[in-house]
């Protein structure tokens, strides 16, 4: 029965689209979200939304920032989460007034949605939460643009009811991320097709950093194979996607978070090149 339902699917260009500041999602133009994992210092956040600002202007690449104030569902209980609610939404906010960057950002609870929401100009939903409807619906009522990431659990095509849920509170800005799907124990695997069935129901951004993660596969912490980013990237952009997610660091190996799946600052803009090249060629 799933199988007839999905061979019914028209893969057409997604027909919405909206603005976050000045990114246009949805209208031709490839965009980027970029950032640490988690806020480690204001210093080190600062420092990396500036440096990658500086390379998307040379580039003329929309540019959102994005870093957690919270990683909740770290591997070990041992791991560093962030600064929290508080001084992490301060920390962002002051990130977008002296930058100008739209931001972005994870949500774990819906009491946590308009704290950020005053920080922020996107509110986040992880993957493994994207059922939780109680969160989905409390980012929606905030009036921020929401990102949903794909859980790695779900098939592309039952992300029609989280964007439903967010849109039942009147608010259209909503987009969906890929980030690949469980392939038995401590691998993911993507499925470009995820990628035009998902821009029925929305903009589609691709994760290419945590596309290459294995996780809970390294000790206590979850490993990757970040050498991989660059062909799943461009992959991603001959599909077709309206944007693309990548955590960087400027020093992956002592990243507090996620640095197996990190791309290297200094490999961001020669990727970024031959990504609109691609992109120029598919549109």
Known sequence: MRQQA?????????SNSFEIGPVHVGEGQLFLIAGPCVIESEAHARSLAEAIQRICADLAIPYIFKASYDKANRTSVKSFRGPGLVEGTRILARIAKD??????????????????????????????????????????????????????????????????????TGNERVFLTERGSSFGYNTLVVDYRSLAVMRNLAPVVFDATHSVQQPSAANGVSGGQPEFIPLLSRAAVAAGIDGLFLEVHDDPLNAKSDGANALDLKLLKPLLEKLLAIHTVAS
């Open 6 to 14: 999905h061979a019914r699917i028209t893969i057409i260009r997604v």
């Open 99 to 168: 930058t100008g960057l739209p931001v972005l950002t994870d949500v774990h609870e819906p009491s946590d949605c308009a704290v950020a929401a005053e920080a922020v100009d996107v509110l986040q939903i992880p993957a493994f939460l994207c059922r939780q409807t109680d969160l989905l619906v409390a980012a929606g009522k905030t009036g921020r643009a929401v990102n949903i990431k794909k859980g790695q659990f779900v098939a592309p095509w039952d992300m029609a009811h989280p964007v439903e849920k967010v849109r039942s």
